[in-house]
Antibody, heavy 116, light 112 residues
């Protein structure tokens, strides 16, 4: 069965970076893009971007350019999202999902808390 | 960015009642390729979102057929024909026609 297993919760200091992973199983990794979505209580769900898992090509929401960097490791069927120059506004649950336009499978979410 | 306006924000229903949620878009969601990328998600408490409906009206595999989607252009509706306890949670519409993809603010379905 299709599964997306995300890495565990992160507690980070302002100004630092974190790298979240999303390990896919149960399907051919390079056959589907991986999307990333941010969820906060105040802003709801926000689309960050997606990555072509075959070519590594990316598409970002302008709002997250410079904040998020999407990469993949095909050898381990894992997608990554690095968040840089963290501020308290980056505190959120981050989800990976399979697909760019129709996201049928989601990871369980990774809680990122930014606090000094 | 495309704004998706969902109404109502909260919906109280009894088990067995039929309910509808509206999602109105600030722009037509008809893509130049002929598809309309409007999907519906359900997020139960403590869970990630789950895809219910894609391309306006196509039922995702494994989703009960009491869920149905309809609409075109800028006006879309999700209907639940006979609410069950497991349907409680927050419903979101999401569009993937225009960049950046955007989500509605959600409709919380609760028991009356």
């Amino acid at each position: 069965q299709v599964q997306l297993q995300q890495s565990g919760a992160e507690l980070a200091k302002p100004g630092s970076s974190v790298k979240i992973s999303c390990k896919a199983s149960g399907y051919t990794f390079t056959s589907y893009y991986i999307s990333w979505i941010k969820q906060t209580t105040g802003q709801g769900l926000e689309y960050i971007g997606y990555i072509n898992t075959g070519s590594g090509g990316t598409n970002y929401n302008e709002k997250f350019k410079g904040k998020a960097t999407l990469t993949v490791d095909k050898s381990s069927s894992t997608a990554f999202m690095q968040l840089s120059s963290l501020t308290p506004d980056d505190s959120a649950v981050y989800y990976c999902a399979r697909g760019a336009a129709i996201r049928a499978y989601w990871g369980q979410g990774t809680l990122v808390t930014v606090s000094s | 960015d495309v704004v998706l306006t969902q109404t109502p924000p909260t919906l109280s229903a009894t088990i067995g009642q039929s309910v509808s949620i509206s999602c109105r878009s600030s722009q037509s969601l008809l893509h130049s390729n002929g598809n309309t990328y409007l999907n519906w998600l359900l997020q139960r408490p403590g869970q990630p979102p789950q895809l219910l409906i894609y391309l306006v009206s196509r039922l995702e595999s494994g989703v009960p057929n009491r869920f149905s989607g309809s609409g075109s252009g800028t006006d879309f509706t999700l209907k639940i024909s006979g609410v069950e306890a497991e349907d409680l949670g927050v419903y979101y519409c999401v569009q993937s026609t225009h960049a950046p993809h955007t989500f509605g603010a959600g409709t919380k379905l609760e028991l009356k």
